[in-house]
């Protein structure tokens, strides 16, 4: 099966810097990659995602990259803020009975000091 | 308008007792999850349904069992509860049918087994 490492497990960064998490994923066959922000005591939801097709996607301050390659993503919070600091979630997913089943990562936990 | 909903939010109860935890949604999605996050915040799928039909059981004790009586709801009944059963349970819906799209997470039910 898929197999999603993510690190690091932890990230802490000054108010304003930028943080990267980074993740790589096994089977090739994977073509859907979520990235999911949980916050502390609340649902995961998402916040960006990346298909296979594409290279690089970007949503304000929050961007993600795909090496299908090298097979790897990556995420990239700039000018951060106290509010990003919660636990992110990456996650590949492959199309199993009609449906996008996702494997995700073992978590970020991103601090932003003010 | 609740996307998803669980009940209970909370759960505590004794070890060999047995208990259901319920899901709705009314987002009118194909498929539904269950997914199980521990102590260390890993978010490991359980149960996938796609209308109706289980299309994923990720190794889990026999003791875990999903029903899904109509495409808007999957319950999940665990029997014989054990220590290690304590997590908060995620119930999850998304589009399925072959499409991308994300996974829209329910409030969670925290389980503790005494």
């Known amino acids: 099966g898929e197999n999603v490492e993510q690190h690091p497990s932890t990230l802490s960064v000054q108010e304003g810097d930028s943080a990267v998490i980074k993740c790589t994923y096994s089977?090739?066959?994977?073509?859907?990659f979520p990235w999911y922000k949980q916050e502390l005591g609340k649902r995961p939801q998402l916040i960006i995602d990346?298909?296979?097709?594409?290279g690089e996607k970007k949503d304000q301050r929050i961007a993600v990259t795909l090496n299908k390659t090298a097979k790897h993503f990556s995420l990239h919070i700039t000018e951060t803020q106290p509010e990003d600091s919660a636990v992110y979630f990456c996650?590949?997913?492959?199309?199993?009975?009609?449906?996008?089943?996702?494997?995700f990562g073992r978590g970020t936990s991103l601090i932003v000091h003010p | 308008d609740t996307a998803v909903s669980q009940t209970p939010k909370y759960l505590v109860t004794q070890m060999g007792n047995d208990k259901s935890i319920k899901c709705e949604q009314n987002l009118g999605h194909d498929t539904m999850y269950w997914y199980k996050q521990d102590s260390k915040k890993f978010l490991k799928i359980m149960f996938s349904?796609?209308?109706?039909?289980?299309?994923i059981n990720e190794t889990v004790p026999n003791r875990f069992s999903p029903k899904s009586p109509d495409k808007a709801h999957l319950n999940l009944h665990i029997n014989s509860l054990e220590l290690g059963d304590s997590a908060v349970y995620f119930c999850?819906?998304?589009?399925?049918?072959?499409?991308?799209?994300?996974?829209?997470f329910g409030p969670g039910t925290r389980l503790t087994v005494t």
């Open positions: 990346i298909r296979s097709n594409v």
């Open positions: 349904y796609n209308n109706k039909e289980l299309i």
């Open positions: 999850a819906s998304s589009q399925g049918s072959g499409t991308y799209y994300e996974q829209y």
């Open positions: 996650a590949a997913s492959i199309e199993t009975g009609g449906s996008y089943i996702p494997t």
């Open positions: 089977d090739s066959a994977s073509n859907y």
